[in-house]
T-cell receptor, first 109, second 113 residues
Framework: GQSLEQPSEVTAVEGAIVQINCTYQ??????LSWYQQHDGGAPTFLSYNALDGLEETGRFSSFLSRSDSYGYLLLQELQMKDSASYFC??????????FGPGTRLSVLP | DTGVSQNPRHKITKRGQNVTFRCDPI?????LYWYRQTLGQGPEFLTYFQNEAQLEKSRLLSDRFSAERPKGSFSTLEIQRTEQGDSAMYLC???????????FGSGTRLTVV
């Protein structure tokens, strides 16, 4: 089956920029999503990339490179409230979104 | 539009009992998904519906699990003869446009004792 890999933890300070990477298996892949989940909360949709390149939404940007089977989420001007788990989720033909294991981001003052 | 609603928020049950969860999706969304999430892990796909048709079930979903969406609106997920390994957060999500993001409900946290 399909699987995704992402770092388990990332730590950064307020105001910094952090990049969370995600790699995926290519067979049947057609798009990559990112979700944010605070402790005790539900995952919240952040972005979706179907084409190569960078998609920007405010302080958050998401990038996809199909040739490298790789994507990342870029968070700029980090705030304490950005401390959460971030999941990449890949869409594969004929299947539903498969979620990665999640990256726990800790933002320090 | 009140988002995706799930009930109950928490459920504690004894091993061997049956439990049923309900999900009310965003009204104009025709796709509805059930995922399960354990602590420190990403959501795992269980099943999904397009309108009232159940189109896919994960191999994770044993015969003890059944889901319905009788009128293409709300959905129920039933677990029969619960086991301690069923303890998890059960998440429902709905989706309007294919390939766009899911809107998740707050989940039902099941604890089997």
């Amino acid at each position: 089956g399909q699987s995704l890999e992402q770092p388990s933890e990332v730590t950064a300070v307020e105001g910094a920029i952090v990049q969370i990477n995600c790699t995926y298996q290519t067979s049947g892949f057609y798009g990559l999503s990112w979700y944010q989940q605070h402790d005790g909360g539900a995952p919240t949709f952040l972005s979706y990339n179907a084409l190569d390149g960078l998609e920007e939404t405010g302080r958050f940007s998401s990038f996809l490179s199909r040739s490298d089977s790789y994507g990342y989420l870029l968070l700029q001007e980090l705030q304490m409230k950005d401390s959460a788990s971030y999941f990449c989720a890949a869409a594969f033909y004929g299947q539903n979104f498969v979620f990665g294991p999640g990256t726990r981001l800790s933002v320090l003052p | 539009d009140t988002g995706v609603s799930q009930n109950p928020r928490h459920k504690i049950t004894k091993r061997g009992q049956n439990v049923t969860f309900r999900c009310d999706p965003i009204s104009e969304h025709n796709r509805l998904y059930w995922y399960r999430q354990t602590l420190g892990q990403g959501p795992e796909f269980l099943t999904y519906f397009q309108n009232e048709a159940q189109l896919e079930k994960s191999r994770l979903l044993s015969d003890r699990f059944s889901a319905e969406r009788p009128k293409g609106s709300f959905s129920t997920l039933e677990i029969q003869r619960t086991e301690q390994g069923d303890s998890a957060m059960y998440l429902c999500a709905s989706q309007g446009l294919v390939n766009y993001g899911y809107t998740f409900g707050s989940g039902t946290r099941l604890t089997v004792v």
